[in-house]
């Protein structure tokens, strides 16, 4: 079974400045893909950034970067330049390939971004 | 209809009482997944299916869960007997396909409380 931790419940930052969030995982897999949603009030989750384990260089997505360490089976995410916008819980997520495209979920961070 | 769609969005019941929750997925997508969000918590899975079958129903906590999809479209997510524990916010999601790392598109949730 996989699991996904999480180890930050809360963060916070300034606007305009730089969060990075952390989330590790445990598999036995060696093809798989990791994911970080954002959940805004609504409810409705938001795929922010995608990264495939067999790919080595680190994905990224206008201001989010993620840094994969495959060996550490650690996934951060990195937001620059954080607008208040980004205010949300975010939810690293984990699929091991061919299982169905099911998610596993971490915990989740909620982020404050402050004017 | 241009996203996922989930009713009711609130829903309130008697404990013991049965309970529907709809989900209409993205036009043309096959696979359609449940996942079962409790407060503070990230999603977990529940059940998936490709087309209209249950491609994989592990996730269902007890028999008093229930899916089906008939037609390969809309599905439904049947809880009979309800207790306060299954008070979460119930997600759906939907996929062109259930290929490992496809984009998976949420709906906003149906927020199931049972007094």
């Known amino acids: 079974a996989q699991t996904v931790t999480q180890s930050q419940p809360e963060m916070s930052v300034q606007e305009a400045e730089t969060v990075t969030l952390s989330c590790t995982y445990d598999t036995s897999e060696n093809n798989y893909y990791l994911f970080w949603y954002k959940q805004p009030p609504s409810r409705q989750m938001i795929l922010v950034i995608r990264?495939?384990?067999?790919?080595?260089q680190n994905a990224t997505e206008n201001r989010f970067s993620v840094n994969f360490q495959k060996a550490a089976k650690s996934f951060s995410l990195k937001i620059s330049d954080s607008q208040l916008g980004d205010t949300a819980m975010y939810f690293c997520a984990f699929t091991r390939n061919n299982a169905g495209n099911m998610l596993t979920f971490g915990g989740g961070t909620r982020l404050m971004v402050k004017p | 209809g241009a996203g996922v769609s989930q009713t009711p969005s609130n829903k309130v019941t008697e404990k013991g009482k049965y309970v529907e929750l709809r989900c209409d997925p993205i036009s043309g997508h096959t696979a359609l997944y449940w996942y079962r969000q409790s407060l503070g918590q990230g999603p977990e899975f529940l059940i998936y299916f490709q087309g209209t079958g249950a491609a994989d129903d592990s996730g269902l906590p007890n028999d008093r869960f229930f899916a089906v999809r008939p037609e390969g479209s809309v599905s439904t997510l049947k809880i009979q007997r309800t207790e306060r524990g299954d008070s979460a916010v119930y997600l759906c999601?939907?996929?062109?396909?259930?290929?490992?790392?496809?984009?998976?598109?949420f709906g906003e949730g149906s927020w199931l409380t049972v007094v």
């Open positions: 990264q495939e384990a067999y790919k080595q």
């Open positions: 999601a939907s996929s062109s396909d259930s290929s490992s790392g496809n984009t998976i598109y």
